[in-house]
């Protein structure tokens, strides 16, 4: 059988693994992979500069989802597994120009203790009696999805979405509250709010099972708590390099965008602007809205409905400084920054903080968040500009005696990811039963990728993944 990647992020570098697993086991499996750009890796891509592990795109990846650390320990990369710091964990909201703490007992967006949401300075004495009334919140009649910001809005006001949801939800989506999902991004809340109208009282009640698991599991075995992000050593670079090392050179062409797919009686065509070559099957890794565009000829429909997920574009800035030239940075790993503060900035990562060993002794590494739904044209100013405007919101937001925006960096590292953060906007579960429906008459076709079933990297990992078994069976 004969196989096709397009797109070498994370998640066709894992269908090309699994592949390349299937082969080595004596499957008759044979495949290329076509990659636009001169590199593997897509959004994962990271350097090292002056020791300081500097990462352009993703710096790590949720540990409960077990994908990535499954095909990390494969690969022989378990000793580069690096936990967070989840000891200094603090995280911080911008409100006003001032850093307030995220409140003790917030679980998944939702406050579940009384105290330290009574005394937090990060909502008004209106927001925090609307908590409280939160627990007689009846449950919702509709069934039909609605966006973040209206499912948090109806529980907990709108301060709540600009304060909390909001800014968590950009971190990762470099999303729009108004926008996403509830049904997909908040799942469990929305199956909370089905069974006890009042989400506080659903996360109390969830946090009871979990507490009476653990305490059961810890009588049997102590384990400590895993933690919370994991990232490798050496940055995501690894990852990509010890995929790559896995594979048949021969396969990969990189600098190699595919143009054009069709069907033909016996299978695909695929056309680049150096040959046209037939296949048995097809794994689409491409993101959803160049997937949309190649499969517009095969089937209108279906490449309508890719072509309709939004994505959103984002900015990373890291740089390096010498930590004595700054004052005493807030402990904890950074700080995020609500839409309503004005701000270029959506998040910043005290990088040396949350992961340790990873930046010299003596140098504080900031790696800074732009872009996203809202700040799509941030993307056309300049790498001066835009570091510019990091240094001097950086100063605002934590006092020019902790940082100077005179103050040089060491070094400067920008990058642009455009469109490559792909937002599942109210309706997403219902597009992707059509776009099911509509793939199940394209026999050997397959998708994978960030547009889909989970924006992280252990999702893509697990897509890329399952596509290929499916194609091919079990590799062993
Ligand atoms: C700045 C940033 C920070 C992030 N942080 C985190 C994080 O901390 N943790 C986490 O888990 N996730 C994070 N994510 C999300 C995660 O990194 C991505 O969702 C994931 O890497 C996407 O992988 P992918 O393979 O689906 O797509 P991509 O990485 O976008 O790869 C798709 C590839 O397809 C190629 N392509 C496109 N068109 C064609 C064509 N016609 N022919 C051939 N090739 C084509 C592209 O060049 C690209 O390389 C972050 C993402 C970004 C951008």
Same mark, same amino acid.
């Not at 409100?95 to 703490?101: D, E, G, I, M, T």
């Not at 729009?176 to 997909?184: I, N």
């Not at 689409?284 to 565009?293: E, N």
């Given at each position: 059988m004969r196989i096709a990647i397009i797109g070498g992020g994370i998640a066709g570098l894992a269908a090309a693994y699994e592949l390349q697993k299937s082969r080595a086991a004596g499957q008759p499996v044979e495949y290329t992979l076509y990659e636009t750009r001169p590199r593997l890796g897509g959004s994962l891509a990271s350097e090292v500069v002056a020791g300081a592990v500097l990462e352009a795109g993703p710096d790590s990846f949720l540990t409960e989802k077990p994908a990535a650390a499954e095909l990390c320990r494969e690969l022989g990369l378990g000793d580069a597994l690096l936990p967070s710091n989840d000891a200094a964990r603090k995280t911080w909201i911008v409100v006003k120009n001032r850093l307030v703490a995220l409140p003790d007992g917030l679980m998944f967006l939702i406050p579940t203790k009384l105290v330290p949401t009574a005394l937090t300075p990060l909502f008004s004495l209106r927001t925090k009696i609307r908590m409280g009334l939160e627990l007689l919140h009846p449950p919702r009649a509709s069934e039909g999805d609605e966006s973040v910001a209206a499912l948090v809005e109806r529980h907990y006001g709108a301060e709540a979405v600009d304060r909390l949801a909001d800014p968590l939800l950009s971190g990762i989506y470099g999303g729009d509250a108004t926008q996403l999902s509830a049904r997909t991004v908040l799942a469990r809340l929305v199956e909370m709010e089905k069974k006890y109208g009042s989400l506080t009282r659903g996360m109390l009640a969830a946090h009871k099972h979990m507490r009476e698991a653990a305490k059961n599991s810890a009588k049997t075995q102590k384990r400590a708590?895993?933690?919370?992000?994991?990232?490798?050593?050496?940055?995501?670079?690894?990852? *990509?390099?010890?995929?790559?090392?896995?594979?048949?050179?021969?396969?990969?062409?990189?600098?190699?965008? *595919?143009?054009?797919?069709?069907?033909t009686a016996s299978g695909w065509r695929i056309t680049t602007a150096a040959a046209a070559e037939q296949y048995d099957a097809i794994i689409m890794a491409a993101p959803a809205w160049a997937a949309g565009a190649m499969l517009?000829? *095969?089937?209108?429909?279906?490449?309508?409905?890719?072509?309709?997920?939004?994505?959103?574009?984002?900015?990373?800035?890291?740089?390096?400084?010498?930590?004595?030239?700054?004052?005493?940075?807030?402990?904890?790993?950074?700080f995020l920054v609500p839409a309503s503060e004005g701000c270029a900035m959506l998040a910043c990562t005290f990088v040396h903080r949350k992961f340790l060993g990873r930046t010299?002794?003596?140098?504080? *590494?900031?790696?800074?968040?732009?872009?996203?739904?809202?700040?799509?044209?941030?993307?056309?100013?300049?790498?001066?500009?835009l570091v510019a405007t990091v240094r001097r919101e950086l100063s605002q937001i934590l006092g020019k005696k902790v940082f100077d925006a005179a103050v040089e960096p060491e070094h400067v590292q920008v990058a642009r990811w455009r469109r490559a953060m792909a937002q599942y906007a109210v309706g997403h579960q219902e597009r992707m039963q059509r776009i099911r429906a509509r793939l199940a008459a394209l026999p050997g076709l397959r998708l994978a990728g960030n547009a889909y079933d989970g924006i992280g990297i252990p999702d893509c990992i697990r897509l890329g993944r399952q596509a290929a078994r499916e194609l091919t069976g079990p590799a062993s």
């Amino acid at each position: 059988m004969r196989i096709a990647i397009i797109g070498g992020g994370i998640a066709g570098l894992a269908a090309a693994y699994e592949l390349q697993k299937s082969r080595a086991a004596g499957q008759p499996v044979e495949y290329t992979l076509y990659e636009t750009r001169p590199r593997l890796g897509g959004s994962l891509a990271s350097e090292v500069v002056a020791g300081a592990v500097l990462e352009a795109g993703p710096d790590s990846f949720l540990t409960e989802k077990p994908a990535a650390a499954e095909l990390c320990r494969e690969l022989g990369l378990g000793d580069a597994l690096l936990p967070s710091n989840d000891a200094a964990r603090k995280t911080w909201i911008v409100v006003k120009n001032r850093l307030v703490a995220l409140p003790d007992g917030l679980m998944f967006l939702i406050p579940t203790k009384l105290v330290p949401t009574a005394l937090t300075p990060l909502f008004s004495l209106r927001t925090k009696i609307r908590m409280g009334l939160e627990l007689l919140h009846p449950p919702r009649a509709s069934e039909g999805d609605e966006s973040v910001a209206a499912l948090v809005e109806r529980h907990y006001g709108a301060e709540a979405v600009d304060r909390l949801a909001d800014p968590l939800l950009s971190g990762i989506y470099g999303g729009d509250a108004t926008q996403l999902s509830a049904r997909t991004v908040l799942a469990r809340l929305v199956e909370m709010e089905k069974k006890y109208g009042s989400l506080t009282r659903g996360m109390l009640a969830a946090h009871k099972h979990m507490r009476e698991a653990a305490k059961n599991s810890a009588k049997t075995q102590k384990r400590a708590a895993p933690p919370i992000f994991t990232a490798l050593r050496g940055g995501m670079q690894q990852l *990509v390099d010890a995929l790559e090392a896995t594979l048949d050179p021969a396969a990969i062409r990189t600098g190699t965008p *595919v143009n054009k797919l069709e069907r033909t009686a016996s299978g695909w065509r695929i056309t680049t602007a150096a040959a046209a070559e037939q296949y048995d099957a097809i794994i689409m890794a491409a993101p959803a809205w160049a997937a949309g565009a190649m499969l517009s000829g *095969v089937d209108a429909e279906l490449g309508a409905e890719l072509a309709a997920i939004p994505y959103s574009s984002s900015i990373t800035l890291n740089l390096i400084y010498d930590e004595s030239k700054l004052g005493t940075l807030p402990e904890g790993f950074g700080f995020l920054v609500p839409a309503s503060e004005g701000c270029a900035m959506l998040a910043c990562t005290f990088v040396h903080r949350k992961f340790l060993g990873r930046t010299p002794p003596g140098k504080a *590494v900031f790696r800074a968040f732009l872009g996203g739904m809202r700040g799509e044209a941030m993307l056309a100013e300049s790498d001066e500009a835009l570091v510019a405007t990091v240094r001097r919101e950086l100063s605002q937001i934590l006092g020019k005696k902790v940082f100077d925006a005179a103050v040089e960096p060491e070094h400067v590292q920008v990058a642009r990811w455009r469109r490559a953060m792909a937002q599942y906007a109210v309706g997403h579960q219902e597009r992707m039963q059509r776009i099911r429906a509509r793939l199940a008459a394209l026999p050997g076709l397959r998708l994978a990728g960030n547009a889909y079933d989970g924006i992280g990297i252990p999702d893509c990992i697990r897509l890329g993944r399952q596509a290929a078994r499916e194609l091919t069976g079990p590799a062993s």
